[in-house]
């Protein structure tokens, strides 16, 4: 199974600020002939649902704020948030739908400092 | 609009089972999947298993093959998925969200639904 680490586990940020996660993936989930990433990130907030913010990799969800950017290919894969508001205040996953099992990561819980 | 709607909260006794329903609408369903995934109280997310809404293909995580049951309604347009001989450990909220018809093409998880509560006492 393909094992995703997401560090950090958690961070705070001021408002105005960067937030920075990374997820390191065990083997690359990038489809050499599409040469697409199968790797998503989500957003979560208590009780509800995870939200799809980015899809492979680096492609934004319609009605996701541009202030959310997916990066990386292959292993190593970053969502920033730039400028941080108080509604984005959750908790992030990664996800590989590259193989089955689909795995996530961890979660990383992004607070206001 | 694209949406699932699951069945409401279930508590059950260890050893029984339960069977979770989420119908879609706005969209036709043969031309999607479904994914099951759940999350036990303060966890994180974990993949259950998939079904192709056109033919009803199968796909089970390896933890819960044999346990998990995840069937398709064509008609109504809705997936369940039934766990039987619950434990504790089963616990969670099980969400449904929709995925690719192709298990070897697999989707971002555009659509979520609410989430199902289960929870399991002895």
């Known amino acids: 199974d393909i094992v995703l680490t997401q560090s950090p586990d958690s961070l705070a940020v001021s408002l105005g600020e960067r937030a920075t996660i990374n997820c390191k993936s065990s083997?690359?989930?990038?489809?050499?002939?599409?040469?697409?990433?199968?790797l998503d990130w989500y957003q979560q907030k208590p009780g509800q649902p995870p939200k799809l913010l980015i899809y492979w990799a680096s492609t934004r969800e319609s009605g996701v704020p541009d202030r959310f950017t997916g990066s990386g290919s292959g292993t190593d894969f970053t969502l920033t948030i730039t400028s941080l508001r108080a509604e984005d205040v959750a908790v992030y996953y990664c996800h590989q739908y590259y193989s089955s099992p689909r795995t996530f990561g961890q979660g990383t819980k992004v607070e206001i400092k | 609009q694209v949406q699932l709607v699951q069945s409401g909260a279930e508590v059950k006794k260890s050893g029984a089972s339960v069977k979770v329903s989420c119908k879609a609408s706005g969209y036709t369903f043969s031309k999607y999947g479904v994914s099951w995934v759940r999350q036990a109280p303060g966890q994180g997310l974990e993949w259950m298993g998939w079904?192709?809404?056109?033919?009803?293909?199968?796909n089970y995580a390896r933890k819960v093959q044999g346990r998990v049951t995840i069937t398709i309604d064509t008609f109504t347009s809705t997936a369940y998925m039934e766990v039987r001989n619950l434990t504790s450990d089963d616990t969670a909220i099980y969400y449904c969200?929709?995925?690719?018809?192709?298990?070897?093409?697999?989707?971002?998880?555009?659509?979520w639904g609410q989430g199902t509560m289960v929870s399991v006492s002895s």
């Open positions: 079904i192709s809404g056109y033919n009803g293909n199968t």
């Open positions: 083997q690359s989930v990038l489809y050499n002939s599409k040469n697409k990433s199968y």
């Open positions: 969200a929709r995925d690719s018809n192709l298990a070897v093409a697999p989707d971002p998880f555009h659509v």
